[in-house]
């Protein structure tokens, strides 16, 4: 089982993101999410972490794969991703501070930006991809040196993993 999940909340042509003030990739932009809790299930972990993040309630995330890196010379280390719809409403008082950074909503266009380099970096991997309803859930796999990626590749989920 992975660690850590993330998740992407949608509003038509943009998501919820949040600008990062601790370790690791401090100062960029992310997805919100954290560390499974013993025992816990990761949709129960990443419906969790939004809430604690955002105050946002989420009853329904959908799976959308994993993201799985190789750090230099550490063990595979990966999370869970999910996808939210989220409504207007939910997003009125933005942008705004909470204890883990920033949250705003950003054009999914200005992210995927192949020139922005204030996303936490294999985000322009695998975010395509899994906002695209229509294919299956992957393992976004990055190889990094350092903190830069030298190797991503999409690959086929086996049937272990859990959701």
């Given amino acids: 089982m992975l660690k850590y999940t993330i998740a992407f909340l949608k509003i038509h042509e943009q998501l919820l993101m949040i600008n990062r003030q601790k370790s690791p990739w401090q100062g960029a932009w992310n997805g919100v999410g954290g ?3 013993p025992g816990e299930t990761p949709e129960a972990c990443v419906i969790r972490e939004i809430w604690e993040e955002t105050g946002i309630v989420v009853h329904d995330p959908q799976f959308r794969g994993i993201v ?3 750090p230099d010379k550490e063990p595979t280390q990966g999370m869970y991703v999910f996808l939210a ?4 409403q939910a ?3 933005l942008p705004r501070a909470t204890r ?3 949250l705003a909503l950003k054009d999914i266009s200005w992210i995927l ?12 991997f ?3 991809h899994t906002l695209d309803e229509t294919k299956r859930p992957a393992d976004y796999h990055c190889t990094f040196e350092g903190d830069e990626i030298v190797r991503a590749e999409i690959r086929p989920l086996h049937d272990r993993v859990l959701r």
Avoid at 85 to 88: E, F, M, Y
């Fill in 126 to 128: 695998f975010l395509k």
């Fill in 91 to 93: 997003v009125m008082d």
């Fill in 100 to 102: 883990e950074g920033i």
């Fill in 113 to 124: 930006s192949e020139d922005n380099f204030g996303i936490v970096p294999s985000i322009r």
């Fill in 68 to 70: 799985t890196w190789e």
């Fill in 85 to 88: 719809n989220i409504s207007a």
């Fill in 35 to 37: 560390k499974l809790e």
